[in-house]
C-alpha cells in the first residue's frame, strides 16, 4: 500500500498592507509561511515576501505547485 502525500491550502487570516513571507520550499513547520527553513535544507527556494491586498481569510498554497503563488489555484487537486 502506498501513502500518498495530500495538499490542501491553509486558510489564513491576513491584514491589508501587510507584509508575509510564504514559503516556496515546502521544509517550513510553519505553513503556509517561512520558518527560515530552506537554509538548513538541500533547496535553492527561499521564501516568497508578499504584501496583503485586502484583510480577510485567504487560502495559500501548501503543495506549491500553484501558478498563482502565494494563493491556492486549485492544482493540488489534480497532483
Ligand atoms: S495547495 Fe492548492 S494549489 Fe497548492
Redesign the pocket.
Known amino acids: 500500500m502506498s501513502e500518498e502525500k495530500k495538499?490542501?491550502?491553509i486558510g489564513v487570516e491576513l491584514e491589508e498592507g501587510k507584509r508575509y513571507a510564504w514559503c516556496s520550499c515546502s521544509h517550513s513547520g510553519d505553513q503556509p509561511f517561512c520558518d527560515g527553513s530552506h537554509r538548513a535544507a538541500d533547496t535553492d527556494k527561499v521564501s516568497m515576501g508578499f504584501e496583503a491586498e485586502e484583510s480577510g481569510t485567504k487560502y495559500l498554497?501548501?503543495?506549491?505547485?500553484?501558478s498563482n503563488p502565494p494563493y491556492?489555484?486549485?492544482?493540488?487537486n489534480s497532483l
Open positions: 495538499y490542501e491550502p498554497c501548501t503543495c506549491k505547485q500553484t491556492c489555484d486549485g492544482t493540488h
